[in-house]
C-alpha cells in the first residue's frame, strides 16, 4: 500500500510528476496491500504455464507437414490426452507445493528489501537486474542440476522431471516436489543479491518461466527471437539432455551455455552436432534426430 492519499501527494514527495506508468501504478496499487501485490506472483505464474504452451499443443495435435521438419524428435508424438495429464500433475503441485510456498514466502521478500512504492525503476536499471538474476540463477542451477545427476539425485528426485524424453511446454515445470523446492533456491538468489522493485520481480518469474516453456518446446524454430541472445542453450540443447537421460553428462545449463564450455559438459552436444551433417549425407533419405544421430554419440561422449 503507497503512503500516499492523491497523485498531487506523491508528486510532492518525489518532487516531480509522475509518469504514465507511475500514475498507472497509482491507481492500481495505492489502496492494495503488499501482501496482495507480491501473490499477483501465483497468478502470473497459472497463467503463463497454461497459455504459453498451447500453440506448441496446437502443434503436435495437427502435426503440421511445413513445420514438423522443426521438431527436435520427430518421431514421437504425445496425445491430447497424454499432454493434458501433464497439465493436470503440474497443476496439483502448484497448489500443493508453489502455491503454498509463494504465500509463505513474504517475510523473505520484505527481509531482502523488494519494493512496492514508487518511484518505479528505469528501463535500464530492469534490464540490468533482470540480466544478474539470469546470470545467477544459470549457474546456481547448473551445479544443483550436475548434483541431481548423481545415483542419489536422480533416482531420488530428478527422475521424475526426464519421464519425458521428448519434452513438451507442460512438461517445463514438471518435478518431483523436492526438485520444486531445491531449484526455487536459484531463482530467489539473484533478487536477494540484487533486491528492486516487485515489477522486476514479476518480471523475472515471468520470463523465467516463459524460458523453461521454451527450452522444453520440442521445436527448434530458426526465426526464433532467442536465436540472437548470445549464449542461450534453447529447446534443441536441452532437448539432447532430455533424451540421453539419466546417463547424461551434458547440457546441464538452464538458460546460457557457457557453464556447459567451461566445465566441459557439453562435449556430447557437441559431437552430436559434428557428426549430423555426415549421418545426413551418408543415409540416402537423411537421419532424423530422434534417432541415429542422437544414439550413435551417446556410446561415445556420454
Request: aromatic share 18%.
Amino acid at each position: 500500500m503507497l503512503p500516499y492519499a492523491s497523485i498531487s501527494a506523491a508528486e510532492a514527495a518525489l518532487g516531480r510528476n509522475l509518469t504514465f506508468a507511475e500514475t498507472v501504478w497509482f491507481n492500481y496499487s495505492a489502496t492494495k496491500s503488499n501482501y496482495f501485490l507480491y501473490c499477483h506472483n501465483i497468478l502470473f505464474l497459472f497463467v503463463i504455464f497454461s497459455i504459453v504452451p498451447l500453440p506448441l499443443v496446437f502443434l503436435e495435435l495437427k502435426r503440421l507437414s511445413f513445420l514438423n521438419s522443426y521438431k527436435i524428435q520427430p518421431k514421437v508424438h504425445l496425445s491430447l490426452n497424454e499432454m493434458l495429464r501433464c497439465y493436470k500433475d503440474v497443476l496439483v503441485m502448484f497448489f500443493l507445493v508453489v502455491g503454498p510456498l509463494q504465500l509463505a514466502s513474504y517475510p523473505t521478500i520484505q527481509m531482502i528489501g523488494i519494493r512496492m512504492g514508487l518511484p518505479l525503476p528505469s528501463g535500464w536499471e530492469i534490464l540490468a537486474q533482470l540480466l544478474v538474476y539470469f546470470l545467477v540463477e544459470d549457474y546456481t542451477n547448473y551445479w544443483i542440476h550436475r548434483f541431481l545427476h548423481n545415483g542419489w539425485g536422480y533416482e531420488k528426485i530428478h527422475r521424475v522431471h526426464h519421464e519425458y524424453a521428448a519434452p513438451i511446454g507442460f512438461a517445463a515445470p514438471y518435478a518431483h516436489w523436492a526438485e520444486i523446492l531445491i531449484l526455487g533456491i536459484p531463482s530467489f538468489l539473484g533478487p536477494a543479491m540484487v533486491p528492486g522493485h516487485i515489477i522486476t520481480f514479476w518480471l523475472w518469474i515471468a520470463l523465467r518461466q516463459i524460458e523453461a516453456i521454451d527450452t522444453h518446446s520440442g521445436y527448434d524454430f530458426p526465426w526464433s527471437i532467442t536465436k540472437y541472445i548470445p549464449f542461450y542453450g534453447g529447446a534443441e540443447y536441452h532437448d539432447y539432455h532430455h533424451y540421453v537421460g539419466r546417463q547424461s553428462h551434458s547440457n546441464f545449463a538452464s538458460v546460457f551455455t557457457y557453464c556447459d564450455y567451461i566445465y566441459g559438459t557439453d562435449k556430447g552436444f557437441r559431437y552430436q552436432k559434428k557428426i549430423l551433417p555426415k549421418l545426413k549425407e551418408d543415409s540416402g533419405n537423411g537421419v532424423e534426430q530422434s534417432g541415429g544421430s542422437y544414439k550413435t554419440q551417446q556410446s561415445k561422449s556420454d
